[in-house]
């Protein structure tokens, strides 16, 4: 008889809610999926429209591995991404917790707006913005 299991909920390994990575950072995140017959697979998600990432998984012993792995830079600052474990025992993919990416980052680009023409002798008003995020 072969015994068939649906594996635990993913595990999340080096993250905290807490954490301010510094632009320029290697992130490395690991999920670990438990049980399962047969082993799961491990995949990830960005952001709300769940855009499935394409990284590898390994299965051990102990579960099956998958490393999110990237560099910190301000695009990624607000980023959201969910592990997944599956097996052909579960009907859905059972996710971890959102992991919510907070990079501290500075920034060189400027935005001056105001109109694009001004007559001699009148007032205009400029408004100069920049997209920072320092933690």
Known sequence: MLLV???????????????????GDLINITCQALGGNP??????????????EDIPFH??????????ELRATSAEHGSTYTCHAW????????PSIPIYLNISFSTDVVLL?????????????LTCSVRINIV
């Open 5 to 23: 299991d649906p594996p635990e909920g993913p595990i999340i390994h080096g993250y905290s809610s807490s954490t301010v990575y510094k632009e």
């Open 59 to 68: 299965k051990q012993d102990d579960g099956t591995y998958s490393n999110l």
């Open 39 to 52: 082993s799961p697979t491990v995949f990830w998600f960005k952001g709300v429209n769940n855009t499935k």
């Open 87 to 94: 097996n052909n025992i579960t009907q859905i993919s059972l």
């Open 113 to 125: 707006e105001g109109p694009d023409f001004v007559e001699l002798g009148k007032s205009i008003q």
